[in-house]
């Protein structure tokens, strides 16, 4: 693996081709990073440099890691679930607290989507819901007068 001197920071520019790994499909959901020692062999890197960039794929909710099974490339939700916002209600993406995570049985990096609709709130996983407009509805037609 070569490290361009001028780009950002070499764990950066590793976490760049992890991710690219992931994304072209040549790690595929579900398949096991190589462990810590391994990418330190193959791509001769440090253990910090492997572990820092491990955990920005973590962050950003590409990888799991699960203890004694080791780091695995997530698999997403296959479809998502239309949440249409009607009326006064505001969405907000943001990343959910460690009790949320938990409750929602989030992995590491998956964003919330904080929904307010008529004074309550609704969270929801940001991979499982795509946001829609609510459709428009039609005006109801007053039956003609017959003369």
Do not use: C, W
């Not at 409750?103 to 609709?117: A, K, R």
């Amino acid at each position: 693996m070569h490290f361009d001197p001028r780009g950002p920071s070499k764990y950066v520019q590793f976490a760049d081709f992890l991710r690219q790994q992931i994304e072209s499909g040549e790690l595929a959901p579900g398949a096991l990073l190589p462990s810590e020692s391994a990418l330190m062999q193959r791509y001769e890197v440090s253990r910090p440099m492997a572990r820092k960039a491990v955990a920005i794929l973590r962050n950003e909710g590409l990888v799991t890691t699960e203890q004694g099974v080791g780091t695995k490339v997530r698999e997403l939700p296959t479809e998502r679930q239309p949440l249409y916002l009607e009326g006064d209600a505001e969405a907000f993406a943001r990343m959910p607290s460690e009790h949320e995570r938990v409750e929602l049985e989030l992995d590491y990096g998956v964003p919330v989507l904080e929904v307010h609709i008529d004074g309550e709130m609704q969270l929801h996983s940001a991979d499982e819901v795509v946001l829609r407009a609510a459709p428009p509805k039609t005006p109801s037609r007053r039956p003609r007068k017959t003369a």
